[in-house]
């Protein structure tokens, strides 16, 4: 298995990385295309949360403790200045987020659109706006933002895991990887469930 620290920004760029083979495996969040000699292995779908500032109009008088989260009707964020990532760095996520609010009965107004997840956070905690990221996330900022589950979102918004090699890369460290990462992402699904 290759490894490098490539200054690769987004899942497009990741794939032509694995294609060209310069790199054995990618892991991303959701493929933006699935070209020839690329073998794709979803290990995991990733609950998204919906980030808001403390104190914030839509959040319950006491926050429920840990690991409880709030929950907040995607109907209610009509209103709501959003910061997202950017749709070339999140196209899958960016899309089913429009699509759901689409399907809510409102257009997301898009006060930001930003480079990296970690951005959106730290301007909903300036008080900017409202954002969704992956559960994962959820440990940045807690003094001044509440992670909150989103209910009526449909399509579900999820952030996918997704491993991507070459479909004849045969090496037993790749494959020894890819087998790995499986068992870990059935563990994860697992224990989630």
């Known amino acids: 298995v290759q490894t490098c620290a490539l200054p690769i920004c987004n899942a497009g760029e990741l794939t032509e990385e694995v294609q060209s083979r310069r790199v054995s495996i990618g892991i991303l969040r959701a ?14 779908n990733e609950e998204m949360l919906l980030v808001l500032p403390v104190g914030h109009r839509l959040l319950p008088v006491t926050i429920p403790v840990e690991p409880e989260l709030p929950s907040v009707s995607l109907k209610a964020l009509a209103d709501e200045s959003f910061i ?71 399509p579900r918004l999820v952030a996918p895991i997704t491993l991507l090699c070459g479909t004849d890369d045969l090496e037993p460290t790749t494959q020894n990887f890819i087998a790995l990462a499986k068992e870990l992402g059935r563990k994860h699904r697992k224990e989630s469930s």
């Open 31 to 44: 493929p933006v295309a699935h070209p020839q000699g690329i073998t794709l292995h979803r290990l995991l």
């Open 84 to 154: 997202l990532v950017r749709r070339r760095g999140a196209p899958g996520m960016y899309s089913k987020l429009i699509e759901a609010c689409e399907s809510a009965g409102f257009t997301p107004k898009i006060a930001f659109e930003i480079e990296r997840m970690l951005t959106n956070i730290n301007l909903v905690a300036a008080g900017a706006g409202v954002s969704v990221v992956p559960a994962s996330m959820r440990g940045f900022h807690r003094d001044s933002v509440v992670y909150c589950r989103i209910q009526g979102a449909r």
